[in-house]
């Protein structure tokens, strides 16, 4: 993601101590300045929220030089919300702000040393505010990219309430060890997960809260390696409310497949209100532990059974509810093995009108 870059130029004269102009930060900037004997100070203002998440740092751009650096941060009411003073990397991580208004940092630098450094600043809050720039996930996307400490990429997908959710991470640089953070918001606005890991920071099987559009922040939270990774996304609520690829079952069905970590199958079949129905699966890998999921939809798409296991997550002498189109998924929910199956369909309710 690209970031701006902004240099102090302005001075002025405050009571013969040399400061400069307020600027005004917002979410990426990257601020570098020099602070010198008669420059000893400077400050910045910026926006947020209340429950924003905001990180700034400081670093020193002259390796070991033993300066000393300090940081306060104050509330729109005045009141101090963040100081730290230090020889190197001054600041606050992940901070979360309790106030809405304009906020004021100022950056200081003890007397007899030149400071020359580089201040980064982010705010998530900002970022979750807006769908610029956003990528748009759909149910089986992957989407790679590789983040440099403390930069954020943001996407946007719909869901309805209650469709389930996965979000599986996998950090493509062995080894590396580089806090990652996965952040959802609702479309209210409002926080609906939080994850920060040193290594695939995702969540299964999440159900909505909401309606519309959610906005998911993936944010390289701490310094050292990069954060390159593939994000994978998935939505049952949307491949079920969809017929599109499905294999139509019949009675004595017996269909083979072969999915990968968190891919899903889809099948339909007609049934009958009383008919009984049984869906048998066998893995067939032998001492596989990956786990799948069976879920079933009524003709009406609310959901008929849900069951899942290390090992055929079938189900005998089911009763149907409602006559119509059933819809049936059949979820690798969990990484390692792939899941290769064979999935049994009967309906005796078929069988019975047949004769």
């Known amino acids: 993601m690209i970031r701006k870059i902004l240099f102090i130029i302005f001075l002025c004269h405050i009571g013969g101590v040399t400061a400069t102009w307020a600027k005004q930060l917002s979410d990426g900037d990257a601020i570098t300045g020099s602070l010198t004997d008669s420059v000893q100070t400077v ?164 159900v909505a809260e909401q309606s519309g559009t959610y906005r998911a922040l993936y944010f390289c939270s701490s310094g050292g390696d990069t954060c390159d990774y593939t994000l994978y996304f998935y939505n049952l609520g949307e491949i079920a409310r969809s017929s599109e690829g499905a294999v139509k079952l019949a009675d004595g069905s017996a269909v083979s497949s072969d999915l990968t970590p968190y891919d899903v199958d889809l099948f339909t079949f007609e049934a009958q209100a009383g008919d009984e129905l049984t869906f048998y699966v066998t893995e067939n890998l032998y001492y596989s532990s990956t786990k799948s999921k069976l879920v079933i939809y009524n003709p009406d798409g609310s959901e008929f059974f849900s069951k899942e296991a290390t090992s055929a997550p079938g189900e005998r002498n089911l009763v149907a509810e409602q006559s119509g189109t059933y819809r049936v998924l059949y979820f690798c929910s969990s990484g390692g093995d792939t899941c290769d199956y064979t999935l049994y369909f009967y309906n005796l309710g078929e069988i019975a009108r047949s004769s």
């Open 43 to 206: 400050e910045y203002t910026f926006e947020a929220q209340a429950d924003d998440k905001i990180t700034f740092f400081a670093v020193d751009n002259q390796y070991s030089s033993g300066a000393r650096f300090t940081i306060n941060v104050y509330n729109p009411d005045g009141s101090p919300f963040f100081t730290e003073t230090t020889t190197s990397y001054p600041g606050g991580r992940n901070q979360k702000v309790n106030q809405t208004g304009t906020y004021r940092l100022v950056y200081s630098c003890a007397n007899n040393y030149t400071c020359d450094f580089t201040l980064y600043f982010y705010n998530l809050g900002e970022v979750a505010r807006s769908s610029e720039g956003a990528v748009k996930l759909a149910d089986g996307s992957a989407v790679s990219s590789d983040l440099t400490p403390y930069d954020v990429d943001l996407f946007t997908f719909e869901a309805q309430a209650g469709d389930e959710l996965t979000f599986y991470v996998t950090e493509n640089l062995s080894s590396s060890r580089t806090n990652s953070k996965l952040v959802i918001y609702n479309p209210d606005g409002s926080e609906f997960f939080s994850k920060e890991a040193t290594f695939a920071p995702g969540e299964r099987n999440l």
